[in-house]
């Protein structure tokens, strides 16, 4: 079975800092990894993913993400953070060839203050 | 805008009630997922449908079904509600293996 890590509850930063939230995730076979953000009172939105290919990836809203697969990692960054990223991001997980049911993290409350 | 809809947007119910939690997925996605959103158990998977036949089921309780219609609109049915089924339900639908697509939910209130 599969399961995520999110080390992190709740991440205060302040506006144009730099920001990491961390996701570790448990699995025996390959994976797809997704970052979801979820703004108050709104549904889930997919942020990026990692499918195959580069390990690198990235948002159209400066975020980017690593799969580290030595390291079980998709940690999500971004260089300088505004107001408007304030929401809880969720880590998820399923596998390759598998069911497409996704495993979440707990979630990363980020608040940005100005 | 996602493109997948979900309603109603809020139920509010007593306990021991029946109610009935509507889906439409994308247009062209086979799958449809349901997941529920609650403070102490986070988001888990209750099942998937996929070109209407049930096919992977999670956590989901035996007072709870579901079904995946001929047009792939989905619903959820909760019955004998508790007071601890108060959660957010969301859909989401997908054209396997790719991304889901999450609905805006339903959050269901059971008094």
């Known amino acids: 079975a599969q399961s995520v890590t999110q080390l992190d509850s709740q991440v205060p930063v302040f506006e144009e800092a730099p920001v990491e939230l961390r996701c570790n995730y448990s699995?025996?076979?390959?994976?797809?990894l997704f970052w979801y953000v979820q703004y108050p009172n709104q549904g889930l939105q997919l942020l990026l993913k990692?499918?195959?290919?580069?390990?690198l990836v990235e948002s159209i809203n400066g975020f980017e993400a690593e799969f580290n697969k030595s390291q079980t990692s998709f940690h999500l960054r971004k260089p300088s953070v505004h107001i408007s990223d304030t929401a809880e991001y969720f880590c998820?997980?399923?596998?390759?060839?598998?069911?497409?049911?996704?495993?979440f993290g707990k979630g990363t409350k980020l608040t940005v203050n100005p | 805008d996602s493109g997948v809809t979900q309603t109603p947007k809020h139920l509010i119910t007593a306990t021991g009630q029946r109610v009935t939690l509507r889906c439409s997925p994308r247009?062209?996605?086979?799958?449809v997922y349901w997941y529920q959103q609650s403070l102490d158990q986070g988001l888990q998977f209750l099942i998937q449908?996929?070109?209407?036949?049930?096919?992977a089921k999670g956590n989901i309780l035996e007072r709870f079904s579901a079904q995946q219609f001929p047009d792939l609109h989905s619903e959820l049915n909760l019955s004998s509600l508790e007071l601890g089924d108060s959660a957010l339900y969301f859909c989401?639908?997908?054209?396997?293996?790719?991304?889901?697509?999450f609905g805006p939910g339903t959050r269901l209130t059971v008094l």
């Open positions: 989401a639908s997908s054209l396997p293996p790719a991304e889901q697509f």
């Open positions: 699995s025996s076979v390959s994976v797809y």
């Open positions: 990692y499918l195959s290919g580069s390990t």
């Open positions: 998820a997980v399923t596998t390759q060839g598998g069911s497409e049911k996704l495993v």
């Open positions: 247009s062209g996605d086979l799958s």
């Open positions: 449908y996929y070109n209407g036949e049930e096919r």
